[in-house]
């Protein structure tokens, strides 16, 4: 445990994995927002 130092740990992985998930929740939002202002605009 008295090796490990802070900010040496490579978290590329887990950057990208991150970067991912923040994409498809943005994508996802942006897709349902798009879908109810399509269903009032219907049923208006």
Request: glycine residues 10%; charged residues 15%.
């Amino acid at each position: 445990m008295s090796d490990h130092k802070h900010g040496e740990m490579n978290i590329e992985v887990q950057q990208k994995t991150f970067d991912g998930f923040m994409s498809m929740v943005t994508k996802g939002s942006i897709a349902i927002i798009l879908l109810l202002i399509f269903i009032a605009l219907v049923n208006g």
